[in-house]
């Protein structure tokens, strides 16, 4: 019979997750993260009859308005194979309505296809777009750079020769003047941020599974890309320019050598972390001859509440947007 165990040790579980091709947002760190700024974490092993594990599921819990109590969320997550997948969810439903009470166990594989058992319903309510861009980082360099468009082609080229220097970021002072830039993006773009110390417990926590690239001229940076790594997949988090990096298109440079960096590295796959309309969508497209869309996005309702969560809370504007500030990743 399948069992649960829950895991209270960092490396037992950082070891299992990297193993066996885990997304980053299935490592430890990623949970700290989320436990700092108000959820709850319940790490959770699958054990076969011979109490080996055999699956794993990082399960983020956030408190919400009445009368939804809290949403139990898996990102980018279980980790498992073939028909373990089944009786790990029925199992993981069973205990987070045991013990959270939660309007229902959210889902968002790390996977095109994914098939889910019984009860589980696809949502439009995601967190983590479905739509992305994913290259395969184990062909030749040179056929990743043939199916980038002209003009990108053109700028990674252009901004290179502008004596752009790109390196690693080491420090807090030094991610102390990204976050800096990082401002400055949000207020053009008009999206919001996290406090900065979200930032630095991602620094902190998710450590070296979480570089932080800057293009720097004249000494100072113009322009950061922020990563999640594993050996399976690299995953933008967040980017940002100043005025000065939009000017000699920093971003251009920037991207391709943090893709030409885990590559290097021998990572098997850079994801560009979704792909929203309205967005940065012309620029990301412009990488790859075709974008790739995940499974999407799966509930399991747990309770009666589920109806007026998923039907009628995207009629009123304000309060998705209310609930959409509160869990987002």
Known sequence: MNTLRRCTEKQEWDEYALDNRGHPLQLWGWGEVKKASGWKVDRQFLLNDELKIIGAAQILIKKLPWPFRSLAYIPRGPIAKGENIEFFLDLLSEHIKKFYRSVALKIEPDAVDFNVPSGWVRTDNFIL?????????????????????????????????????????????????????????????????????????????????????AAYFEGEPIAFLWLAITKEVAYEFYAGMNDMGRKLNANYALKWYAIRKCREWGIDRYDFGGIIAGGVESFKNSWAKEDTKLAGTFDKPLNSTYVIWDKLLPSGKKIIRKIKSIIRI
């Open 129 to 213: 777009p479905a739509w992305t861009i994913s290259l395969d980082l184990n062909r030749p360099e040179a056929d990743l750079l043939a199916d980038i468009e002209n003009q990108t082609r053109r700028y990674i080229r252009k901004s290179d020769i502008e004596t752009i220097k790109i390196k690693k970021i080491n420090s807090k002072a030094e991610l102390e003047k990204c976050l800096d830039i990082y401002h400055e993006t949000s207020k053009r773009a008009k999206f919001a941020l996290h406090g900065d110390n979200y930032y630095y417990d991602i620094f902190d926590k998710l450590a070296d599974n979480s570089p932080v690239f």
